[in-house]
T-cell receptor, first 113, second 111 residues
């Protein structure tokens, strides 16, 4: 595709439910990142995938958060037993290997009620 | 202390003004410094990046890094209403791939 695609664009879920957020990176980009942006806050790094290497999960806030990347392309971020503090915009970005320019998707706005 | 600090604003200027956006950082390992622009309900888009100290100019935008004072600046000349957005600075360590962002400055350029 022309850019990074994320779905859904908006998600409202009840506290305690699980959610899955999807990211489709730019074709050919080997690096994929997930960030979280809370209201009035900067972007908080969550997880980074690079090719077939083990992902860098150092930013995941708790074990309720997990992510996978299948076939080196599409990635899914899963949040289990959602809490109200999980409400935020979840942004995905991709870049070419050794390229400092990361392209962001439009994000998924998650609201936990 | 956050690794990248940024005044959240909001900052409001008249059209045509020169805008100065600033960040400070504490991590000496940062080698690249980025400025992203984020329109409301959109993802951030990269405006410019610089490597190490110095200036970089692109059209109406100039990015400046002073590593001795750990200070990052973005200047916008002849500001336009279309420049109204949130501007995010970020640092990147050469050995790492994830960016460390400031909290963003909300800019409004009034026509």
């Amino acid at each position: 595709g022309a850019g990074v695609s994320q779905s859904p664009s908006n998600k409202v879920t009840e506290k305690g439910k699980d959610v899955e957020l999807r990211c489709d990176p730019i074709s050919g980009h080997t690096a994929l990142y997930w960030y979280r942006q809370s209201l009035g806050q900067g972007l908080e790094f969550l997880i980074y995938f690079q090719g077939n290497s083990a992902p860098d999960k150092s930013g995941l806030p708790s074990d309720r958060f997990s992510a996978e990347r299948t076939g080196g392309s599409v990635s899914t971020l899963t949040i289990q037993r959602t809490q109200q503090e999980d409400s935020a915009v979840y942004l995905c970005a991709s870049s070419q290997l050794r390229n400092t320019e990361a392209f962001f998707g439009q994000g998924t706005r998650l609201t936990v009620v | 202390q956050k690794e990248v600090e940024q005044d959240p604003g909001p900052l409001s200027v008249p059209e045509g003004a020169i805008v100065s956006l600033n960040c400070t950082y504490s991590n000496s390992a940062f080698q690249y410094f980025m400025w992203y622009r984020q329109y409301s309900r959109k993802g951030p888009e990269l405006l410019m990046y610089t490597y190490s100290s110095g200036n970089k100019e692109d059209g109406r935008f100039t990015a400046q890094v002073d590593k001795s004072s750990k200070y990052i600046s973005l200047f916008i000349r002849d500001s336009q209403p279309s420049d109204s957005a949130t501007y995010l600075c970020a640092g990147l360590r050469g050995s790492a791939r994830q960016l460390t962002f400031g909290s963003g400055t909300q800019l409004t350029v009034l026509p």
